[in-house]
């Protein structure tokens, strides 16, 4: 039973690079998330998606795009990177749009951008 | 402006004793609250939850308090074990007419003494 798997669990960007960063979950989950954590900031919200085909902005969306592709899969996409995206991100879904469900989070990304 | 605080970033506690954590909220909007443990180069894993109509909640050595009035929650490891150390994330959430968002503190790293 894998999760939430997300590729690729590290990865280092020049400055005006660009990537995709992809997640996986196999639970049927309704809804997925894209956090970030950066030191002594706990996890930030970057977007979010209720449901397949809906996507919306969280806490701290500037410089990033995501695609909801399937019910599966949420991806995450830095058109061109900067130093201050340099972070752990976490990808994590949770079975209901509404109610009082936790939400599962993979293993985490980090990215350097230089 | 955080609306979930925790407001000490690291405990130490001798192994049997018991450790609490502390959190504190600003949202009175928030209705569900969550404790998420982390071990280093991993995704967070929930631990615990309760809902605002609930004061307490128990599950084996762990219980969330609840105190709405204060607008205060806290995490009792009774007793604590070295496997414990870790950071813990408080997080909670609000009514939303989409996917429920988690806001989370800024952790607290437990150490667990042998």
């Known amino acids: 039973n894998a999760g939430v798997t997300q590729t690729p669990k590290f990865q280092v960007l020049k400055t005006g690079q660009s990537m995709t960063l992809q997640c996986a979950q196999d639970m049927n989950h309704n809804s997925m998330y894209w956090y970030r954590q950066d030191p002594g900031m706990g996890l930030r919200l970057i977007y979010y998606?209720?449901?397949?085909?809906?996507?919306d902005k969280g806490e701290v969306p500037n410089g990033y795009n995501v695609s909801r592709l399937n019910k599966r899969e949420f991806s995450l996409r830095l058109e061109s990177a900067a130093p201050s995206q340099t972070s752990v991100y976490f990808c994590a879904s949770s079975w209901a749009r509404t109610g009082n469900t936790e939400a599962f989070f993979g293993q985490g990304t980090r990215l350097t951008v230089v | 402006d955080q609306q979930v605080k925790q407001n000490s970033p690291s405990l130490s506690v001798q192994e049997g004793r018991i450790s609490i954590l502390n959190c504190d909220y600003t949202?009175?909007?928030?209705?569900?609250f969550l404790w998420y443990k982390k071990y280093p180069a991993e995704g967070p894993t929930f631990l615990i939850s309760i809902s605002s109509i609930k004061d307490k909640n128990e599950d084996g050595r762990f219980t969330v308090f609840l105190n709405k009035s204060a607008k205060h929650l806290s995490l009792h490891i009774v007793p604590s074990q070295p496997g414990d150390s870790a950071v813990y994330f408080c997080a909670a959430s609000a009514p939303s007419g989409s996917a429920r968002q988690l806001t989370f503190g800024s952790g607290t790293q437990l150490t667990v003494l042998p």
């Open positions: 998606s209720a449901s397949e085909g809906t996507t």
């Open positions: 949202n009175s909007m928030f209705d569900y």
